[in-house]
């Protein structure tokens, strides 16, 4: 579904998009939203979560040469905010049923891409 609309895109090192997608497999094939799988789901969600703000948020800075003091303040600002969402995403996934479980692996399948073979 994404790919059939406009969308943005982080890169992932290939260790953790094959972490991602040996977890999406793993935990489909128990299909039980049980403790074990909640807390392997909320690790994956937080590495995914991390490598996606360090793209969209310090890569530019990085890029632009930013100074030490600005990248410091930046990764603070980060910081507070990944504190926030692990909050907020440890919350969520506490709830989880089985259904839910499928659904939340649908959609990280769904983000997690091949890299396009070079021309």
Known sequence: M????????????DALRNKALLTVEELRSRGRADKQAIDELYG?????T?????FFFLEPLRRLRASSMLMGMAKMG?????KGSKMV?????????????????????????????SA
């Open 50 to 54: 991390e490598e996606g703000l360090d």
């Open 89 to 117: 995403i440890h919350k969520v996934l506490k709830k989880l049923d089985d259904k839910s479980l499928a659904s939340i692996l649908d959609f990280i399948e769904e983000i997690i891409c091949e890299p396009e073979a």
């Open 78 to 82: 980060i910081g507070s905010m990944l």
């Open 2 to 13: 994404l790919k059939q609309q406009s969308h943005i895109v982080a890169p992932i090192p």
């Open 44 to 48: 994956l969600i937080i590495e995914l």
